[in-house]
């Protein structure tokens, strides 16, 4: 399985809108890959009076940041060991961002040896270690989830086609779902577990990590996060020619506020405006940064104040501008018809 690094989103299990902005600092610092400014928001976090999930959940950081990296989960040899070469890259490079090309390199190092090889080029190590590690009865997820080098890990999976509304068509999209994971990638590990990728989009399947969505299929988080992102993702992809990564996130996030409910769409909100960066080759934060701005001066009020109907059309309209901005069509309730 190739990633498409454009097509996975993060997906979080616990909101933090009513935690300490340190705390929604460190998140969102270390989403971006920056350890360095995340023990900064977690020292200053110690200082503040914390409530006991928050105080569990810096702790948590801080013990994945500055203590030595062990993986003992009841895992075969071999799965523990690329683990550990993968959380132990993950430190590094987390905590020292401009050294991340000589972690990458000493990562591929620790592979090859494993694999018993002398190549350490990455596109023949993972072909090696997936084949490896489904040996030991592991379903792999390699190749990067920008800033950093990604091992997503899981046992089980099964399939179905869902029919997906989407705010300029419809859409069927067949759905692997996974589950069981013994790895939720660079994201879970840094965040423990509270922020992964919830999904991806190959050229003909959407992979959902079931996880992230505690109220399975029939939820509204796995509609409008999973369904509806990444299928408009796969909509766009066939519709558009080579769209940056930010580009294919920003219409996605768009989309996926067009289907959300209230508790979805504040959620959402929530991590966009914790997690936001100009640098365009973080295509997450920066797409999230995009959103926003959009939406406040189409609303001429901030996303997070507004009612559902006014959030709705505005993401609707940001996309519709989007698409012909491209050179699409625009839709008949962009130009006046009823919808």
């Known amino acids: 399985m190739r990633l498409l690094i454009s097509a996975l989103l993060f997906s979080a299990t616990a909101a933090l809108a009513q935690s300490p902005a340190s705390v929604r600092g460190m998140e969102g610092a270390l989403l971006k890959g920056d350890g360095v400014a995340a023990t900064t928001y977690a020292a200053a976090a110690r200082g503040e009076q914390l409530g006991e999930k928050d105080r569990s959940y810096v702790t948590c950081v801080e013990g994945r940041l500055g ?85 997503m890990l899981w046992r089980t999976q099964s399939a179905r086609s869902f029919q997906v509304a989407l705010p300029e068509q419809d859409y069927e999209s067949r759905v692997v779902m996974l589950d069981d994971f013994a790895s939720l990638g660079w994201a879970g590990w840094a965040t423990c577990g509270n922020r992964s990728t919830g999904g991806w989009a190959t050229e003909s399947t959407l992979y959902a990590v079931m996880p ?84 406040a001066g189409l609303l001429r009020a901030s996303p997070l104040g507004v009612g559902r109907s006014a959030l709705r059309e505005a993401a609707r309209t940001l996309l519709a501008r989007d698409t012909a901005a491209r050179g699409g069509p625009r839709p008949a309730a962009e130009a006046g018809s009823p919808r």
Request: proline share 7%; charged share 20%; net charge negative.
């Open 67 to 151: 203590r030595p990296v062990s993986t003992d989960q009841g895992l075969p040899p071999f799965t523990a060991r690329v683990l550990n070469a993968y959380q132990l890259y993950w430190q590094q490079s987390l905590l020292n961002p401009p050294a991340r090309a000589g972690y990458e390199m000493a990562l591929a190092s620790r592979l090859a040896e494993l694999l018993g090889q002398a190549d350490r080029d990455f596109s023949g190590l993972e072909d090696q270690l997936r084949s490896r590690l489904a040996s030991d009865g592991f379903y792999s997820l390699m190749g990067v989830t920008p800033p950093l080098r990604e091992l």
């Open 212 to 295: 992230r969505y505690p109220g399975g299929v029939g939820s509204n988080a796995f509609l409008a996060v999973l369904l509806t992102h990444e299928t408009q993702h796969f909509a766009d992809k066939n519709r558009f020619q080579k769209l940056q990564p930010w580009e294919l996130e920003y219409r996605a996030k768009l989309a996926e506020l067009w289907a959300a409910d209230d508790a979805t769409a504040a959620d959402r909100l929530g991590s966009f405006v914790d997690s936001q960066s100009d640098d365009p080759s973080l295509a997450h934060p920066y797409a999230n940064a995009r959103v926003l701005t959009g939406l």
